[in-house]
């Protein structure tokens, strides 16, 4: 089977396509898999450490702020479409899946056109512009959530598969992981973080937050600021002049995300598709704080999904205060049971079987013409 991958912009459209095409390598050996990208997402800094072939096309957001913004994503888009389709010609690919992003517009757009059996995957539970848009090219939507069918127009399309997470956030051990990144068995482990960039208003509340807990024993902070903003943090530190304790670790980047979730106890962080599937793979309880600057609040939603189900605690930027934060925080750290109830909570919403259902799908699809 020959595949094409595609989907970019940020790591939540590229490590699901990454995912699913693992699966794909892993079911299937003798399959030969490219993925299609855009040179000015992330995808052209992280794919090539995966071992896949890349291609790139041109692509753009859509900006509806003035008119000669919106013809330079038409010019772009169709521009991608031409290379797209020239891609499709000299790899023959039997499957096109796309996981979100504008760079799928037109790799979507022309394995349609070239005759390639055509899927999506929705990691939000209020749906992207892109990929509502392309509903109407593919065989079928693949949804991390139930509730973004209700965006669609297509339901008999859909089948919801959660998304797609790579193994390695499965089942990890807490004691394990421990060790990996030299934390102590019994400390009360917190890491926040805000995507690769961070995000400034979570940053802010966890600062007070670091004050609060800085030195305090059997509690750890795993403070994930982000590349933007790490030298403004350690500035303020400075400026403040605040000795951090050994319980504090301050980090720019965070690349073994499996560890430094599966040793906590409680995350905080966005509420990204993402970043939530990881953290309920791995079973931890979590205080999510949705970004209200994404396109129809579908943070809010991936993260309601969740909290309606017990495995988090839901605040929305509006209402996030330093005194709020640190309440929710010493509550959980004092009811153990608890947390430990919110990440069986959080674990039964985690998509173990996503890349598998996908896969299967697709075969069937295959032997069914």
């Known amino acids: ?24 390598k892993e079911r299937d050996p003798s399959s030969e898999i490219l993925y299609v990208g855009n040179d000015i997402g992330l ?39 031409r290379q797209s389709m020239k891609i499709m010609k000299n790899f023959k690919p039997d499957v096109v899946i796309g996981t979100g992003g504008f760079v799928c517009v037109p790799v979507i757009y022309a394995g349609h056109k070239y005759g390639a ?81 961070g995000a400034e208003k979570i940053n802010q509340v966890v600062f007070q937050l670091m004050k609060t807990v800085n030195g305090m024993d059997h509690v750890t902070l795993l403070f994930g600021t982000g590349s933007q903003y790490y030298q403004e943090i350690l500035d303020d530190v400075k400026a403040q002049n605040i000795e951090l304790g050994a319980n504090i670790r301050i980090e720019s980047y965070i690349n073994d995300m499996e560890d430094y979730l599966g040793a906590s106890d409680l995350i905080i962080s966005r ?61 959980l750290k004092n009811d153990p049971e608890f947390v430990k109830k919110m990440g069986d909570a959080a674990f039964a919403c985690a998509p173990k079987d996503a890349t598998n259902m996908i896969y299967q799908t697709i075969c069937k699809d295959e032997i069914n013409g």
């Open 271 to 331: 509420a990204g598709a993402l970043s939530v599937a990881e953290t309920c793979m791995c079973g931890r309880a979590s205080i999510l704080i949705p970004s209200p600057n994404v396109t129809g609040n579908h943070q809010y939603f991936n993260a309601k999904s969740v909290a309606d189900r017990g495995g988090a605690v839901l605040i929305e930027e509006k209402d996030l205060t330093d005194e709020l934060l640190l309440e929710e925080v010493t509550k």
């Open 43 to 81: 995808e052209k800094d992280i794919v090539p450490g995966s071992g896949y072939d890349m291609e790139l096309v041109s692509a753009k957001w859509l900006d509806r702020s003035n008119i000669f913004k919106i013809f330079d994503t038409g010019f772009s888009t169709m521009k991608g479409i």
């Open 117 to 197: 059996r055509c899927y999506l995957h929705e990691q939000n539970a209020f749906p992207g512009v892109a990929n509502r848009t392309l509903e109407k090219f593919v065989n079928k939507v693949f949804l991390g959530f139930p509730e973004a069918s209700h965006y669609f127009k297509e339901p008999q399309k859909h089948l919801v598969t959660g998304n797609p997470v790579r193994s390695r956030f499965l089942g990890v051990d807490k004691s394990e992981a421990r060790q990996k990144l030299a934390l102590d068995e019994d400390d009360f482990v917190i890491f926040s973080f805000g995507g690769s960039q």
């Open 1 to 24: 089977m020959k595949v094409i991958v595609t989907g970019g912009g940020t790591g939540g459209h590229i490590y699901p396509a990454l995912a699913i095409a693992d699966e794909i």
